[in-house]
């Protein structure tokens, strides 16, 4: 499989948001501090599938990524299989001068053969290239496979929030976990 990374252009239209996100709850991560550790262990709870793109906060109207494109503080790359878009990510400067991904996304056809790695090599290209510490990300505890791909990835947690959800659903046990990857 041929896979390309390349930046957003004005002639992509939004086609290359349509991506299948969804992705299978069946184990939440239970985090546990140690000093100043923030570690995990992971709980097995029934399954079911899960997409933001169902979710009330999504928004009605699509985003407008034009102001990304030819800006040096933020971009977003497309990912492409076989000439397909498979995937993305959506990258900024922060306010703390990490570089934040804001989203990343892999068709559910297409995870497992290597697409999201790749986004995370060019996260870390475009942030080395820009002078950033590293690069921050949040995801859910009940991603448990996107945790662990950006555990394998050498990111570590470095903090979590558990009422983020409840703005949304006061009954939510999803916490926010902040991962970091800090470069030498």
Not at 38 to 45: L, R
Not at 67 to 87: E, F, H, K, R, T
Not at 153 to 167: E, L, M, P, T
Request: glycine residues 10%.
């Amino acid at each position: 499989m041929d896979i390309l990374i390349r930046e957003l252009t004005a002639g992509d239209g939004e086609r290359w948001m349509d991506l299948d996100g969804s992705f299978i709850v069946d184990s939440t991560l239970v985090l546990s501090l140690t000093g100043q550790r923030i570690g995990y262990t992971v709980k097995e709870i029934p399954a079911y599938r899960k997409s933001y793109a169902d979710e009330p906060f999504e928004e009605d109207t699509e985003a407008d990524y034009s102001d990304y494109i030819g800006n040096p503080d933020q971009i977003v790359y497309l990912a492409y299989a076989d000439n397909q878009v498979a995937g993305h990510m959506v990258l900024k400067r922060n306010w703390n001068k990490y570089a934040y991904i804001e989203d990343i996304k892999v068709d559910a056809r297409y995870r497992g053969c290597g697409i999201g790695r790749k986004l995370i090599e060019q996260a870390k290209r475009w942030a080395k290239d820009g002078g950033m510490p590293g690069i921050m990300l949040e995801t859910q505890s009940n991603n448990v496979r996107a945790c662990k791909f950006y555990e394998s990835c050498g990111f570590v947690i470095g903090g979590f929030d558990s009422y983020v959800y409840k703005g949304i659903d006061k009954q939510s046990d999803e916490v926010a976990i902040y991962w970091y990857l800090m470069f030498e």
